[in-house]
């Protein structure tokens, strides 16, 4: 195989999609999702029982810098990361939404709609922790991102990695955290 045919089989992927790197337009656009983790600061220091910058976001654009709308831009921001940048594979791209949204929903109050599931998750001792609710919901984002670039997984090792590992490691921490530090 000459050079150019080396070159060519590098820069592009199985179904002729490019690879990370190639193309300006996908490095512009993995910028902005990894800058749209920006838009969940609001939100995370409300919970942190400092409300001013969620407060005036929601004082000056109303309904629009709420936080349920800023999670919302949020997604909206990844989702164009993964659909114009290099990402390769949707299926954990979504579980993946799907796992953090429900994790941002038990460990952040500002989502209104979904309270009734905070409620009944604080009912349950290993989902009664904000904070590491909040943590699992950012890792499983970030691990959700950096699978969607590895092709030769499957959806089996996506919901391993996505929904199992995370809910185990809850429970885990749920069970020994507590003996560990005296509680």
Not at 125 to 138: E, H, K, R, W
Not at 176 to 183: N, T, W
Request: glycine share 8%; proline share 5%; charged share 10%.
């Amino acid at each position: 195989m000459s050079d150019t045919g080396k070159q060519t089989s590098a820069s592009s992927g199985d179904n002729g999609k490019a690879v990370a790197g190639s193309s300006g337009r996908h490095k512009i656009f993995n910028a902005v999702g990894w800058l749209s983790f920006l838009l969940l600061a609001p939100p995370v220091l409300s919970m942190f029982n400092l409300p001013q910058v969620q407060d005036l976001l929601t004082a000056n654009l109303k309904v629009w810098g709420s936080p349920i709308a800023l999670i919302i831009y949020f997604y909206v921001i990844l989702f164009l990361r993964v659909f114009f940048g290099s990402d390769q594979r949707y299926t954990p791209v979504f579980l993946g939404y799907v796992m953090s949204f429900l994790f941002f929903s038990i460990s952040l109050p500002g989502i209104t709609f979904m309270k009734w599931l905070l409620d009944l998750s604080h009912t349950i001792p290993y989902f009664t922790n904000n904070l590491a609710n909040l943590i699992a919901g950012v890792s499983i984002i970030l691990v959700s991102n950096l699978l969607s670039g590895a092709r030769r997984l499957n959806a089996l090792v996506d919901a391993l990695l996505l929904v199992v590992l995370p809910v185990g490691t809850l429970v885990a921490l749920g069970i020994f955290l507590p003996r560990v530090l005296g509680l």
